[in-house]
């Protein structure tokens, strides 16, 4: 028998879950209806890593059924994603790739790469690494990255190489004519496609529209195919191809040791973003359906599946968005939904070989500009403008550092500017000054309020954190307000807002302290919380205050300073 240990060992890592036959019925159908989604989805996006499409099928088999075993979120669906794959092929440049059996080297190195990264932040629990990246910085890099996935695509639009045409007319050759069938067919599914989905998002009874919205990108690979068969052969179409191999090719390829130390910076990319993106989803999904997600075992169940990923000779994976909420909509209960997606891929590679390596890239070009398009996205970034502009800042400057310096850079470009707002921030606090309310307790802040106020008494609350950056400024601000108060016996700090205080603020602390002591005005500290407490107490901070102690409330140093003056008054009587 099972002792409790072992049973709790193996519930922590594997999913229970599964073997009751509870939402059975509902995981075998959302299972199917995702599978159909994924095909195309897999073929597009191993095309946009500049790949053989079939590697797309290879990543979507093996690296979603380890996932399922190891992954808390009950619904997300993993398997190759759009930015991810546009990182890959923006990888390519590093490692110096000339055919395509080097990138799929290079894929599958980067597979194993990030495999590693993702396992070594699980064996640290930095699960929490995803608060690195903020929402302004993801949305500046989905956005510009949406945009380099839909010009990476319209060289298969059109039938040119865009980046060769401008030396083709640099030497003064105009000969050159777009491919009328590919751009004509391209154009006309993007179009149809956005006009279908309009038409069935207004629809009466939308379940079943929108499931048929799901399935355009099937649709158009089916109508590529007819359109290939019509246009005569003089039309030059290219198309998937040989696929060698419907089941993946377990065998050691993995690039030299001087391509391992040049992918370390791609991968670590990669890493993070697809880390990030899946727990994005992960958590929408949990939210939604009262569920919890544990960040440190997604770490590990994606480190996992891109183990996979690079021993079956396939592509980086990642939790992909419209996939996962598409499984999640179509009533997936858990990961057992995935084990069925997986064998409708399966089914498609082992039976539909033949339809897959007629399949036009042009097709595949259109289904992934429809698939990114709606990442660009302008309403965050005019949102965000009409609340904080530093942060619309941000937005701008990794969209912008994306689009003119590469994927990676841009992405480092932007976490290091929103740092910097972050540090601007706290070097410029917010210090309010506060009166009481009339005929009330309650003190507020006296540009925002109608407040009362004593002449001797000035109560200042700052909100932020105290350290070495800002305490200059904090003390100049502190001294030029007591400056302005002639008949000033007391200073009250507020301290409700910090947390922290760090070794150079205490010493600046204690030295303001001392010069205002001098200029007899004593100082109060009020609302200290108990952490900062306990570590002020350590080094007798307290002793330092005129009364000896913290207050609770600022009303209670109010009286404290009332009953003071009373008894000195009583004194001198």
């Not at 759009?82 to 990888?91: F, K, L, P, R």
């Amino acid at each position: 028998m099972m002792s409790v240990k072992t049973n709790q060992f193996w519930r922590k890592w594997l999913p229970y879950d599964w073997l009751t036959r509870a939402g059975l019925s509902d995981d075998v159908v959302a299972g199917i209806i995702t599978g159909l989604i994924l095909i195309p989805q897999a073929l597009a996006y191993a095309s946009l890593a500049g790949l053989p499409a079939h590697i797309g099928l290879y990543a979507s088999l093996l690296p979603p059924m380890v996932y399922a075993i190891f992954a808390s979120s009950k619904t997300m669906s993993v398997g190759p994603v759009s930015v991810a794959a546009i990182m890959i092929a923006d990888a390519y440049r590093a490692a110096a790739v000339h055919t395509t059996a080097d990138a799929v080297t290079v894929s599958i190195t980067l597979a194993f790469e990030i495999a590693i990264i993702l396992w070594i932040l699980r064996a640290l629990k930095l699960g929490v690494i995803n608060s690195l990246l903020s929402h302004t910085v993801l949305s500046g890099f989905t956005s510009a990255a949406a945009i380099l996935i839909i010009f990476s695509q319209l060289d298969k639009i059109t039938g040119v190489n865009l980046g060769e045409l401008g030396a083709t007319f640099t030497n003064g050759n105009y000969d050159v004519l777009i491919n009328p069938y590919t751009l004509a067919t391209g154009v006309a599914f993007i179009i149809g496609a956005i006009i279908l989905k309009k038409l069935l998002s207004s629809a009466p009874g939308k379940p079943l529209f929108g499931f048929i919205a799901k399935l355009i990108p099937l649709a158009i690979l089916i109508l590529g195919i007819v359109a290939v068969n019509i246009f005569p052969d003089t039309a030059n179409i290219k198309i998937v191809g040989a696929i060698p191999s419907p089941l993946p090719n377990f065998k050691w390829v993995v690039a030299d040791l001087s391509t391992w130390r040049l992918l370390i910076p791609p991968a670590l990319a990669i890493a993070l973003i697809a880390y990030i993106e899946s727990l994005s989803v992960a958590r929408i999904l949990a939210e939604k359906n009262h569920q919890r997600v544990d960040a440190n075992k997604e770490l590990f169940a994606l480190s996992a599946a891109n183990l996979a990923s690079g021993l079956s000779g396939s592509m980086p994976v990642a939790g992909g968005f419209s996939r996962s909420m598409v499984n999640d909509a179509s009533g997936a209960k858990t990961q057992r939904a995935t084990l069925v997606t997986v064998g409708v891929i399966l089914l498609a590679a082992l039976f539909a070989k033949s339809f897959m390596e007629n399949i036009p890239y042009f097709a595949l070009a259109a289904i992934i500009i429809l698939a990114v398009a709606p990442l660009i996205d302008l309403k965050t970034l005019k949102h965000t403008w009409r609340y904080d502009q530093g942060d619309a800042l941000v937005i701008a400057v990794t969209f912008f550092g994306v689009l003119s310096i590469g994927l990676e850079f841009g992405l480092l470009l932007g976490v290091l500017s929103a740092f910097i707002l972050y540090f601007k921030r706290t070097l410029q606090p917010h210090i309010a000054e506060l009166g009481r309310l009339p005929g009330r307790t309650e003190y507020r802040n006296i540009l925002r309020h109608s407040t009362e106020q004593d002449d001797k008494i000035l109560i200042l609350r700052i909100d932020e954190n105290l350290y070495f950056a800002n305490i200059d400024l904090i003390e100049t601000t502190v001294l030029s307000r007591v400056a302005l108060h002639k008949n000033l016996e007391h200073l009250i700090l507020v301290l409700n807002a910090t947390n922290h205080i760090d070794s150079h603020a205490l010493h600046r602390l204690e030295t303001l302290t001392s010069t205002l002591r001098d200029l007899h005005i004593a100082v109060h500290c009020v609302e200290v919380k108990g952490p900062l407490q306990d570590r002020l107490r350590k080094v007798n901070f307290e002793q330092r205050l005129s009364a000896g102690h913290f207050f609770m409330t600022i009303q209670d140093v109010i009286d404290y300073i009332h009953s003071d003056q009373s008894t000195k008054a009583n004194i001198t009587q």
